[in-house]
């Protein structure tokens, strides 16, 4: 019912930026949130950052906060996380992913909490 695409990785220097994009079709009426997850080799898949696409709330880890910026557009259906002063180990594939209920501080974080996933896009930092 919901299709979310990532767009924006690449290869960057530690210290440099990166912007990701996030692009929802289909029923997208039916999505109070919307988040960014990442997974690096052999690790879990972990939580990076959240929004709220009707108030506006926004959810970090405490990895990338300071650094990382989410944002939203819901005339675009998209959500975009601005990330700098990137670090090596911020290098993996990040995944976006959408809720049907709304977000609060307790459930941005779990995974089980979204819906729908996109398909991931890679970042990777060099030193």
């Known amino acids: 019912q919901v299709q979310l695409v990532e767009s924006g990785g690449g290869l960057v220097q530690a210290g440099g930026s990166l912007r990701l994009s996030c692009a929802a079709s289909?029923?997208?009426?039916?999505?109070?949130?919307m988040g960014w997850f990442r997974q690096a080799p052999g690790k879990e898949r972990e939580f990076v950052a959240a929004i709220s696409m009707s108030g506006g709330s926004t959810y970090y880890a405490d990895s990338v906060k300071g650094r990382f910026t989410v944002s939203g557009d819901n005339a675009k259906n998209t959500v975009y996380v601005q990330m700098n002063s990137l670090k090596p180990e911020d290098t993996a594939v990040y995944y976006c992913a959408a809720s049907t209920g709304p977000l609060s501080t307790v459930l941005a974080g779990h995974r089980g909490f979204y819906d729908y996933w996109g398909q991931g896009t890679q970042v990777t930092v060099s030193s």
């Open positions: 289909g029923r997208t009426f039916r999505l109070y949130g």
